[in-house]
């Protein structure tokens, strides 16, 4: 054990503490801004209520979006069976909100933890005081859990990871954060493999074999198991949600598809934080293996896993849509990044700060001005979207943006978009001729459609007939587009369905407006 841990050992917690009433601070200071704003509670994006509306078909025995039809909706193995619970009733809303309180606490702890294991409570505390209760807030970690996604249980399952590696590193000690953690990532979050894999390959060379192969192989059967699971029922071994947000088309290659991500992650602003701790990383990898006389040695295992788990999300990843796909690798860097630079010196520390000090220039003023609307948006376009389908029209209805429609609908949700449907996701993406979305919606028996017009247009049939457009006055966050045209599927079906509309405008909030029409699309 080093001078540090020796220290340390005998020294009270602090930090964790720290760390763990900054974040749940910050957390609460977004939502309380967020409710101001938008005057109801609400996510920030719409995609939270695909994992509650497949939860509620799984309670069922089904899963899906629809009762009776498969649909791999949503990308994450195990976040919606956590949604499980009250399930069809309005309770079931709120455990996305518990959850990610849950998770961040974790995240929380677990931050002040490897601080901790890495001496900071005792060595330069000042700066570990700032490293516990500010550098969690320009990293993102309340924003995370304001989204209401899984992604904060992801970032919670690779902080384990990491402060399991660092006690195996300084203790020779296998705690069971780290099986935990690796084999718990990718139940969560396809992209946790790589760093899962990389964490177990370090136990098995640092003489924990039977650990190591154990839990890196439970972590691929966990993907390879979910991969079999949809293919039984009769779906494709990848999400519909993955599918779409990789753009997977039959011309599309890996090599293109590499190339082409590394490109928009290098034109990306949120790009330049992953990229500045890459280079972070190897030069501290560069000191550990170059200097493994001043107590950073073993280090050398922990900064080349991050080193090789960045390069593979930059390579494959996605980063952005509220700063969420990008945040388990930016904590778990920085966090590896800190623990090293405390048995250096202040140059070091400075170093670690630089791709902090670009999270905070990248992040801050998107947070700014972004944050405290995207509730508002959800609220004005996709409850009252919701409202329109579920307490007005009654009965089957198609989407572009699936949600907040499809949660507590008993109905069936048509998503034009492919979440929810994989056949609309092959028309879509395979370039199937115009009005490829009338022959879908009469086998569905689906007379109402709320499309975002510019970029589902090509679904539209001929005799589809507008209705009106739902917009948002203020501030527009976090949905594909601040308007949303509701048409008819038929002649008759407008005939029928003017009166409806009309009645469900009149009950919109305000900062939500409803402008009827007649054209055609």
Known sequence: MTDLQENAAGHTLKLPVVSTASVLLGFTLLQLVAFLNAGVFEYPLDDVYIHLAISEQIAHGGYGVNSGEYASAASSPLYPVFLILFAGAEAQRFLPLIWNIVALTACGW???RILSQAGYETASRSFGIFAAAVVPLLINL???AYTGMEHTLHTAASLAIVLGLLILLDEDRLTFLLPLGIVLGPAIRFEALGL?????GVLVLRRRSAAGIASGATALLVIVGFMVFLVSLGLEPLPSSVQAKLGMNESSTPAGGIIGNVLEMASHPNGAILFSILLSSIVFLVVAVMEPGRDVGPYRWLLAVIVCALV??????KVGWMNRYENYIVVSATAISLAFAVRGSVVWRLVALVPIFVATVVYGAHHISTYPYATRTIDRQQAQLA?????????????????????????YVLDLWGLGSLEALRLRQEGAPPGWGGP???RHDVELAMIFEPWMKSAAAPDWVRLGTLGIDGSFR???MPEVVIVATSSDAAVRLRETVTDWAAGLPEGAWFHPASADL
């Open 110 to 112: 677990l931050w002040g």
């Open 440 to 442: 879908l919606a009469a």
């Open 387 to 411: 409202r329109l389908a579920q307490d007005f029209v009654r009965g089957p209805v198609a989407v572009t943006d699936l949600g907040r429609v499809a949660w507590g609908n008993s109905h």
């Open 142 to 144: 309340p924003g995370i």
């Open 478 to 480: 976090y949905s594909l």
């Open 312 to 317: 593979a999300h930059i390579m494959v990843g």
């Open 196 to 200: 899962s894999l990389l964490a177990a």
